[in-house]
């Protein structure tokens, strides 16, 4: 059962925009912390856009800040990012990710659950 289904990547020219979204299941979509994630080649995975689904915290990657935008649609079990203002450095692959923690704070390996990501290829 996919729990995690993301989609909206693919090919657009730098200063473009895209509109990520990620369907989840009822369960996974009811997780403390829900997010997008991403890996550019030769780099690590970071966290990009997060939820706090208790509205007490949204986080957002500093190069990303003023250009992406989280959001959901709780009628659909969905989590959407709009990149706008797209860059060359923005490049990976997309993922979106859930953390069901009781409260505090959603740290890295409290992700468990994962999507198998929508690719944003290099920006012409």
């Known amino acids: 059962q996919v729990q995690l289904q993301e989609s909206g990547g693919g090919s657009v020219q730098a200063g473009g925009s895209l509109r990520l979204s990620c369907a989840a299941s009822?369960?996974?979509?009811?997780?403390?912390?829900i997010g997008w994630f991403r890996q550019g080649p030769g780099k690590e995975r970071e966290a990009v856009a997060v939820?706090?689904?208790?509205?007490?915290?949204?986080y957002y990657r500093e190069s990303v800040k003023g250009r992406f935008t989280i959001s959901q649609d709780n009628a659909k079990n969905t989590l959407y990012l709009q990149m706008n203002s797209l860059k060359p450095e923005d490049t990976a692959m997309y993922y979106c990710?859930?953390?069901?923690?009781?409260?505090?704070?959603?740290?890295?390996?409290?992700?468990?659950?994962w999507g198998q990501g929508t690719q944003v290829p290099s920006l012409t």
């Open positions: 990710a859930a953390a069901r923690v009781n409260d505090g704070y959603c740290y890295k390996n409290d992700y468990k659950y």
């Open positions: 009822e369960y996974i979509y009811s997780s403390r912390c």
């Open positions: 939820l706090y689904r208790d509205g007490s915290n949204t």
